[in-house]
């Protein structure tokens, strides 16, 4: 998946979350920031042992995965839609 640099905004469920692109040692980092406060997110995406992509929080939060799917798939949504995977 092929990913632009430019940071962008995005609505989940409601809420407006702030995304900036980053690189950490050679892996893209999204941080995702929300309106409301709650604390940021950072997460990537890993690849599994079995060669499937998974969405995971950075560093791991089992409290946070479910977001991190979540907006994952939202991130997802973002660049097919501009045509950027």
Known sequence: MAFTADDFKI???GQVLHIQVLEMQGRVVFRVIFS????D????????????KHWMSVPEDPKRQDD???IGRAIVAYFKERKNV
Not at 36 to 39: A, F, I, P, S, T
Not at 41 to 46: E, G, I, P, Y
Request: hydrophobic letters at 35%; glycine letters at 10%.
């Open 11 to 13: 609505d989940h469920r």
């Open 36 to 39: 409301d406060g709650q604390k």
């Open 41 to 52: 997110l950072f997460l990537t995406r890993a690849e599994l042992t079995n060669g499937r």
């Open 68 to 70: 991190a799917v979540m």
